[in-house]
């Protein structure tokens, strides 16, 4: 008989993930064990599922899969969750965390404890510098930036920013989030020739308050939060003149608030992250 895989599940306002603790322990298919697990009606239920790994270069490594079974390269409430179970289960106490992703390393500061110092709540995390350049997004289309440029989708016409945050990403700036069919839409966006490897649509409405976001991630649907596309609105919103560089960015989504800052040259989104429960499989 085989030995049941603890898990934990954890979230980052309200995008979960089923994480498994690899730093003794190999799991075998995670693609496939991903597909099984995320099924909320006859699973564990998430939107995909994490492996925390040892690294060589950082206080651990990250991979992530999605609810498709397709391996994502970079998770933004995702690593902050990492980061907490680093600190919290693994006990690496430090107010400075170093996360090996498929996009890179991230910094994880913790920026707020529960007062014994045991557990952390919630990290400000370096997300790196986007990427504009279409080839390497990646997306088609001409010239050196895609910044509110038309794309037909479907029947309709869309003004676009593209950019990448270690992972493709469309922003669509729009009036009305809430009413938005986004199971019909979201797909489209995914899957349009335009983005050859698949794309994380963000619809969103700018406001001097802010930003309100609804996301369709690519091998996931829609999801309560992204930290990526979060960063990603925050960084086409100054793009597109509803904010200033170095402006802290509320970014409002339905599980959730993160606060983005695009400096110009990097992206700092603070946001939480939380234990929803242990098990094992």
Not at 124 to 131: A, F, I, K, Q
Request: aromatic fraction near 10%; glycine fraction near 12%; charged fraction near 25%.
């Amino acid at each position: 008989m085989t030995a049941p895989i603890p898990f934990v599940k954890m979230h980052g306002i309200g995008n979960d993930y089923i994480f498994f603790d690899c730093f003794e322990n190999t799991l075998r298919d995670p693609s496939n064990l991903a597909v099984k697990l995320s099924d909320r009606h006859f699973s564990v239920g998430g939107d995909g599922i994490v492996l925390i790994l040892p690294s060589a270069r950082a206080d651990a490594k990250m991979r992530m899969f999605n609810a498709d079974g397709s391996e994502g390269k970079m998770c933004g409430n995702a690593v902050r969750c990492v980061g907490k179970y680093l600190y919290d289960v693994r006990g690496v106490r430090k107010k400075f965390l170093h996360i090996e992703t498929a996009s890179g390393v991230r910094t994880l500061e913790v920026v707020e404890t529960d007062g014994t110092g045991r557990e952390a709540l919630s990290f400000r995390v370096d997300m790196g510098r986007p990427e504009f350049l279409p080839a390497r997004i990646p997306a088609r289309f001409d010239g050196e930036t895609v910044v509110s440029q038309p794309l037909t989708v479907g029947a309709e016409t869309y003004l676009v920013t593209c950019l990448s945050m270690g992972n493709p990403h469309c922003v669509v700036f729009c009036g009305d989030v809430i009413s938005l069919d986004l199971e019909r839409v979201g797909p489209r966006f995914e899957r349009h020739a335009a983005f050859p490897e698949r794309v994380n649509t963000e619809f969103v409405r700018a406001d001097r308050d802010g930003l309100t976001m609804r996301v369709w991630e690519r091998g996931s649907g829609e999801t309560l939060a992204c930290g990526t596309g979060a960063c990603a609105a925050a960084v086409a919103a100054v793009l597109n003149g509803y904010f200033s560089e170095g402006q802290p960015i509320e970014v409002r989504l339905k599980g959730g608030r993160l606060f983005i800052c695009y400096t110009g040259e990097t992206v700092f989104m603070t946001g939480p992250a939380a234990f929803s429960f242990r098990g094992e499989i």
